[in-house]
Antibody, heavy 122, light 109 residues
Framework: EVQLVQSGAEVKKPGESLRISCKGS????????ITWVRQMPGKGLECIGR????????NYSPSFQGHVTISADKSSSTAYLQWSSLKASDTAMYYC???????????????WGQGTLVTVSS | QSALTQPASVSGSPGQSITISCTGS?????????VSWYQQHPGKAPKLMIY???KRPSGVSNRFSGSRSGNTASLTISGLQAEDEADYHC?????????FGGGTKLTVL
């Protein structure tokens, strides 16, 4: 069974750093790109960026370029999303999603993690 | 890239059909057969309902269908059921990047 299991909710202060994770199982982790998606409270979905776990090649959406870093560890089948200095405006639910097609950056998202709620407040 | 435009809300009675529109541009919806739709119940992760404009994943009811005309994609749900009440998000590739719509809240009256 394909699963993406994300790390638990986080409460942080502005300026702190954070890394959240997304562990894949039940499939070949290096064969499917992973995209990270943000959902701010009461709002729609926004694509942050994506990674090819086979070689850690990444694309970032222009709105997020330079604000976050996406990475992956093949050995643990885990993708990461990290911030070096959080802002209150980073408060949101964050999802990881698997690209459906083998080795394709241009795929629908067939499996999603359960989401990680990040709250940034002083 | 700009977000795709969806109505904030739609509603319908059980058994009726509803259509949710998703308007983009010639740079996204109008150019790529890579439009998808996701259903999201409160507090849950999104679920893929339609991909590549018209295709339905295994296990998704055939009451859900997708279409496109020009720069506007549409999701139609026929025979509305109470369990269909959820948020629906459209999504398209726009060159390298992905854009989502703002989401539409479907209320089953």
């Amino acid at each position: 069974e394909v699963q993406l299991v994300q790390s638990g909710a986080e409460v942080k202060k502005p300026g702190e750093s954070l890394r959240i994770s997304c562990k894949g199982s039940g499939y070949s982790f290096t064969s499917h790109w992973i995209t990270w998606v943000r959902q701010m409270p009461g709002k729609g979905l926004e694509c942050i960026g994506r990674i090819d776990p086979s070689d850690s090649y990444t694309n970032y959406s222009p709105s997020f370029q330079g604000h976050v870093t996406i990475s992956a560890d093949k050995s643990s089948s885990t993708a990461y999303l990290q911030w070096s200095s959080l802002k209150a405006s980073d408060t949101a639910m964050y999802y990881c999603a698997r690209h459906a097609y083998d080795s394709s950056a241009y795929s629908p998202f067939d499996y999603w993690g359960q989401g990680t709620l990040v709250t940034v407040s002083s | 890239q700009s977000a795709l435009t969806q109505p904030a809300s739609v509603s319908g009675s059980p058994g009726q059909s509803i259509t949710i529109s998703c308007t983009g541009s010639s740079s996204d919806v109008g150019s790529y057969n890579l439009v998808s739709w996701y259903q999201q119940h409160p507090g849950k992760a999104p679920k893929l309902m339609i991909y590549e404009v018209t295709k339905r994943p295994s296990g998704v009811s055939n009451r859900f269908s997708g279409s496109r005309s020009g720069n506007t994609a549409s999701l139609t749900i026929s025979g509305l059921q109470a369990e269909d009440e959820a948020d629906y998000h459209c999504c398209s590739y726009a060159g390298v990047h992905v854009v989502f719509g703002g989401g539409t809240k479907l209320t089953v009256l």
